[in-house]
């Protein structure tokens, strides 16, 4: 196997997204193509400890490939994390260090003729907003697209204006959002967009209940915080009797 080629990356942008979260604009410095896929991550060498365990963290491209070398994160704060510490206290812009990638094989089907789920949490919500980018500027639709979102509080939602657009511009793509501590509502309305208060199982289970898709038509893809993650993988595999090659997921953060 060929060495991994690092690339510079320079940081162009922050933009605030939620009280706890902000996204990060980066531009790669290469004179080639850096061709990645919706759905695919990098690994960062980040100047936070002299070991390569305390260094390198991998986080999801949240854009689509534009062909421009422009990769964006979208990063979570952790109290007491290294790699926080970096994004939200230390890093200015045109800050510069190193990726290599991309990696990863969490990438949307090529059979169109499927129901696709998109179940996610927190910043879970990253690598899903590339591949619907794509959705939207290639036209290459799915059969249908239902985005199950989950976080904590209204004030924790993330990438608002990006799914009120798809709600618009991709057909039959519908969002549900859990937020597992709000009890009422008191926000944007859209005949395509529901919200619940709770978590995200009770609602892909309902959604499966009500639309009735032929079985083999369904595609699950699950990612976000590892207890949402085992729970989701049990209630379809066990429960639901769904085939483990129905379900793929992916860790985040």
Request: aromatic letters at 14%; one cysteine or more.
């Amino acid at each position: 196997m060929p060495p991994a080629i690092w690339y510079p990356i320079q940081l162009h942008q922050i933009i605030d997204e939620s009280a706890n979260t902000k996204r990060f604009l980066f531009k790669i410095e290469t004179p080639d193509i850096f061709d990645f896929q919706a759905g695919q991550f990098v690994t960062c060498d980040l100047p936070i400890g002299e070991k390569r365990a305390q260094r390198w963290r991998s986080y999801s491209i949240a854009n689509r490939n534009t062909h421009q070398n422009e990769i964006e994160f979208c990063i979570s704060y952790k109290e007491g994390g290294l790699a926080s510490d970096y994004f939200f206290n230390k890093i200015k812009i045109a800050d510069t260090f190193k990726v290599k990638g991309p990696e990863g094989n969490f990438i949307l089907p090529e059979n169109k003729d499927l129901n696709l789920f998109l179940i996610c949490t927190g910043t879970g919500l990253a690598p899903f907003r590339s591949m619907l980018q794509e959705i939207e500027f290639t036209k290459n639709y799915f059969r249908s697209v239902h985005i199950i979102y989950g976080t904590r509080n209204i004030k924790d939602l993330i990438y608002t204006d990006d799914l009120i657009n798809w709600l618009e511009n991709i057909p039959e793509f519908y969002c549900h959002i859990c937020l597992s501590r709000e009890l009422e509502f008191n926000t944007i309305k859209h005949d395509k967009l529901n919200f619940h208060s709770g978590y995200v199982h009770e609602v892909y289970k309902q959604i499966l209940k009500e639309k009735s898709y032929p079985t083999e038509s369904i595609q699950f893809m699950i990612c976000g915080w590892s207890a949402m993650i085992d729970q989701a993988v049990v209630t379809l595999f066990s429960e639901l009797n769904y085939s483990r090659e129905q379900i793929r997921f992916e860790l985040y953060g």
